[in-house]
């Protein structure tokens, strides 16, 4: 008797012990994996235009800087994840048609854009979606005023000439402050 109530507390503890181990690391794993990749790219973009931004204020040069090289930083950071992992920027209003959403995207990014209309949103706001076995954790991107230099509706003569000419499909601009931009996406396989 004393021996098989032994048994089951033991099997129960361990059940337990497993069920907490599957919640502590399954979701919360991934989640704060595909943050470590969102933040990789996002302070690599971020400290390159901020220091172009600071060397010419009227923007042209972090421009440049920006059409020349943000495909290759995002090539360069992805490169250093594992092969399991990506990482990526999208938007409901793309300026670099390569940056294109699919469906799944655009559903993520409508629901901040509601939440941002009905006062519910936060920046904090990290969703995390499982799309045939992968995991993809989005973390949304505000229109700050920095950004409207590029991407507001006040946008300077030679700027804005120099955009149509990059992009001749941009839809990028327009934005005011709050507004959602975009999201960085990180997609982490099953491995
Ligand atoms: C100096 C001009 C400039 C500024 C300032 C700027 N961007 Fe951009 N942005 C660009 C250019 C050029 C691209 C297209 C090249 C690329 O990133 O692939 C772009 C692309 C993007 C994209 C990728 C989606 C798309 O439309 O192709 C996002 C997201 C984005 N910008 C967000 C921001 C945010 C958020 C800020 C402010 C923190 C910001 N940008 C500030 C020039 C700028």
């Given at each position: 008797m004393k021996k098989i109530i032994v048994l089951s507390i033991s099997a129960l503890l361990s059940a337990n012990l497993m069920a907490m181990d599957a919640n502590a690391t399954k979701p919360m794993g991934v989640k704060q994996e595909g943050i470590k990749y969102i933040k990789m790219l996002g302070m690599a973009l971020k400290s390159e235009l901020k220091a172009k931004m600071k060397e010419d204020k009227s923007g042209m040069g972090a421009f440049g800087f920006c059409s020349a090289k943000a495909e290759q930083i995002t090539k360069d950071v992805n490169a250093k994840l594992p092969s399991y992992a990506k990482v990526r920027r999208t938007s409901l209003?793309?300026?670099?048609?390569?940056?294109k959403a699919d469906e799944i995207d655009t559903k993520v990014m409508n629901e901040y854009v509601a939440s941002i209309q009905n006062g519910t949103?936060?920046?904090?706001?990290i969703k995390v979606v499982e799309v045939d076995g992968t995991s993809r954790v989005y973390k949304p991107l505000i229109a700050k005023k920095v950004c409207l230099k590029c991407h507001g509706s006040n946008i300077s003569e030679p700027l804005s000439k120099a955009i149509k000419t990059a992009y001749p499909q941009d839809r990028a601009i327009g934005y005011k402050e709050g507004e959602l931009r975009g999201v960085i996406v990180s997609e982490i396989a099953k491995h």
């Open positions: 209003k793309l300026r670099n048609p390569n940056n949103f936060s920046p904090k706001n």
